[in-house]
């Protein structure tokens, strides 16, 4: 039997992105919402939080992207590259 999706409820996901490896790189995309799924799987329910990226005209699970690695604060990812730049600044003097 196969897996059925249902979406039971959307929330906003302002400030959040998924992250993905681009050939070695971390890149980021900003989420539309996160959605509370529940998976029926035989007579087994399971309900779990997903996050969801606009993909051109749709809405997708960020999560089913065979390169994604994670959700994270925008506010969060940004400051990865700030420390980077430091630990380079602190190296060079």
Known sequence: MSKQ??????LP????VAVYDESGEESAASLVC???VETLDG???QHEVRPMHADGKRIVFADE????????ELSEFAGDDDEEEEVEDDAEA
């Open 34 to 36: 996160f959605a509370l």
């Open 5 to 10: 999706t249902n979406i039971l409820q959307i």
């Open 13 to 16: 996901a302002t400030g959040w």
């Open 43 to 45: 007579g087994n329910r």
């Open 65 to 72: 992207a065979a390169n994604f690695l994670r959700v994270e």
